[in-house]
């Protein structure tokens, strides 16, 4: 399996209903690996500062992710402060410092060009397209992208729609970029762009799949309390990414199952700050989860009316 990401490395400081956490480990691609790193290996393309506790990263190469890819660079780490209010389905955005991603130009090392995974994480898009053309032969390319870039760089956005496989957007963002209130007409706008597959996620109303010939929902697990949701979109790209490099099956049933996989990971997430939890989860702690998950949605078709 090779799963190659490329997203940011950040520095969060988040409030939510029930406290705060300042400076914690955060950005797309270490939600995305540390998520993904439960199926198998990831290669991680990224950028950080030199004020970035890098020793917090090591976990995470424990567990299998490698960041040869990770460039050090003079000046200040990504950093994202963010908060959320009692609705948790919405972060506001309190204050984003590109810092070292305003010049970053990755180069992938020569290893990472026949990932036949990528995940192009929420980051510049002008990034994702650079990260595009060092790729060889991909089998999938998947991207993610939200609001600041949705506003501040659409036309590169729009090319990149047009290279990749898959994207993954919330409801919020997926009316954004496409200018429709209705969800499955903003999936049909997507399809007609160049995507292949269009996940749209709706936070604790869990997310659809659409593609030409289907649409499938996987509910979000039922939490009894929700600490942080940082990272759940990512943690749910690196569950379903995560499933088909390691499955290698990219038919409609599997895609399926990669969804309830992803769902199952953003619900771990949320249950504290940062990727604490994702890193003390196990496997059987997954499978679990993926039970409850089948439990349920399943019911009897036979229903007598
Ligand atoms: P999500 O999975 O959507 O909750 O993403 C949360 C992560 O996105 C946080 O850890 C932030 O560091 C990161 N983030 C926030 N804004 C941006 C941005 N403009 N570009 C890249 N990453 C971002």
């Given at each position: 399996m090779s799963l190659l990401v490329v997203g940011s490395v950040a520095l969060d400081s988040v409030e939510t209903p029930f406290g705060k956490a300042d400076e914690v480990i955060g950005g797309s691609a270490n939600y995305f690996s540390a998520s993904a790193s439960h199926q198998g290996p990831?290669?991680?393309?990224?950028?950080?500062?030199?004020?970035?506790?890098?020793?917090?990263?090591?976990?995470?190469?424990?567990?299998?992710?490698?960041?040869?890819?990770?460039?050090?660079?003079?000046?200040?780490?990504?950093?994202?402060?963010?908060?959320?209010?009692?609705?948790?389905?919405?972060?506001?955005?309190?204050?984003?410092?590109?810092?070292?991603?305003?010049?970053?130009?990755?180069?992938?090392?020569?290893?990472?060009?026949?990932?036949?995974f990528v995940f192009l994480a929420n980051i510049d898009p002008r990034l994702q397209l650079d990260v595009l053309r060092q790729v060889r032969q991909p089998k999938l390319v998947a991207c993610d992208t939200m609001n600041f870039w949705i506003e501040s760089r659409r036309a590169d956005l729009l090319e990149l729609l047009g290279k990749v496989d898959l994207i993954t957007l919330n409801d919020g963002e997926a009316r954004q970029l496409t200018e429709q209130a209705n969800l499955v007409q903003a999936a049909r706008w997507i399809l007609d762009r160049g995507p292949r597959t269009v996940l749209i996620k709706k936070g604790e109303h869990g997310a659809f799949m659409f593609t030409r010939e289907s649409v499938f929902f996987a509910p979000a697990y039922p939490l009894?309390?929700?600490?942080?949701?940082?990272?759940?979109?990512?943690?749910?790209?690196?569950?379903?990414?995560?499933?088909?490099?390691?499955?290698?099956?990219?038919?409609?049933?599997?895609?399926?199952?990669?969804?309830?996989?992803?769902?199952?990971?953003?619900?771990?997430?949320?249950?504290?700050?940062?990727?604490?939890?994702?890193?003390?989860?196990?496997?059987?702690?997954?499978?679990?989860?993926?039970?409850?998950?089948?439990?349920?949605?399943?019911?009897?078709?036979a229903l007598d009316t």
């Open positions: 990831v290669q991680l393309v990224g950028v950080v500062g030199s004020d970035y506790p890098v020793e917090k990263l090591e976990p995470l190469k424990a567990r299998g992710v490698d960041f040869t890819g990770l460039e050090h660079a003079e000046g200040e780490s990504f950093r994202w402060r963010g908060r959320y209010r009692h609705d948790l389905n919405s972060a506001e955005t309190l204050e984003t410092r590109l810092g070292v991603f305003s010049h970053f130009r990755p180069k992938l090392p020569e290893a990472f060009r026949d990932a036949e009894e309390s929700v600490f942080d949701p940082t990272g759940a979109g990512d943690s749910f790209a690196g569950g379903f990414m995560g499933w088909l490099a390691r499955t290698r099956d990219l038919s409609d049933a599997n895609l399926r199952r990669a969804v309830v996989l992803g769902s199952a990971m953003g619900s771990f997430v949320v249950e504290g700050f940062s990727i604490t939890r994702l890193l003390e989860i196990s496997r059987t702690d997954i499978e679990r989860r993926v039970a409850d998950f089948h439990r349920l949605v399943t019911f009897d078709q």
